[in-house]
């Protein structure tokens, strides 16, 4: 059993940053690999980001593409999300997600997860 806890979301004025804060436990932290997600009201969740178990690789939705940064602390087991010159539409809650199975890889799929998170809001304002 992976438990995780994010951390960090608030308001922030378009333009402005926040770093989000995933703490997990419960399994060897370097085993998998983390993602996060986001859901907006009345949309679908959708893929934002994954880093390898190693932090060797990287991968980003469009969306994020040049704003975002994934990062991983394996000592202590923490992910995390640098996000930079927010707009509004990058409102939504976020949610960190660990890769299922022993394997080396960067899944973009909500499907490829097992566990995931509670959620924290991030709202940017205009």
Known sequence: QVQLV????????????????????GRTFSTYAMGWFRQAPG????F???ISWGGSRTYYADSAKGRFTISRDNAESTAYL??????????AVYYCATSRGNID?????????DYWGQGTQVTVSS
């Not at 640098?82 to 409102?91: A, R």
């Open 48 to 50: 934002v980001a994954v």
């Open 82 to 91: 640098q996000m930079n010159s927010l707009k509004p539409e990058d409102t």
């Open 105 to 113: 890889y960067t899944p973009l799929a909500a499907g490829a997860y």
């Open 43 to 46: 949309k679908e969740r959708e």
């Open 6 to 25: 994010e951390s960090g979301g608030g308001l922030v004025q378009a333009g402005g940053s926040l770093r989000l804060s995933c703490a997990a436990s």
